[in-house]
Nanobody, 125 residues
């Protein structure tokens, strides 16, 4: 009923920038928190940044000052602006949405922990 689709990944040189987007689709009324996670080969998935519906943000220490998360509540979209990229930022980036209020078949539901399919970000010269 709720789907997340990411876009914007790719190959970039060290020091470059990328902007990721994630759109949540479905008969969505509201989304509490949205965030970006990443998983590098052989490593666990880790939180990169998160943002609440009110605009409060949280960042991993490794990306503070380089990445900026933002969202457009009207479009159910979250963005991740990534600047000064480093090779260690290489990973598959996943979008997450939590506590999604949506309408289906005449009823209202609240679902938790939705994930996108992931988008590859590679930082290399």
């Amino acid at each position: 009923q709720v789907q997340l689709v990411e876009s914007g990944g790719g190959l970039v040189q060290p020091g470059g920038s990328l902007r990721l987007s994630c759109v949540a689709s479905g008969s969505i009324l509201s989304i509490n928190a949205m965030g970006w996670y990443r998983q590098a080969p052989g490593k666990q998935r880790e939180l990169v940044a998160a943002i609440t519906s009110g605009g409060s943000t949280n960042y991993a220490d490794s990306v503070k000052g380089r990445f900026t998360i933002s969202r457009d509540n009207a479009k159910n979209t979250v963005y991740l602006q990534m600047n000064s990229l480093k090779p260690e930022d290489t990973a598959v980036y996943y979008c997450n949405a939590d506590k999604v209020r949506y309408y289906s078949g005449g009823y209202y539901y609240t679902g938790t922990d939705y994930w996108g399919q992931g988008t590859q970000v590679t930082v290399s010269s």
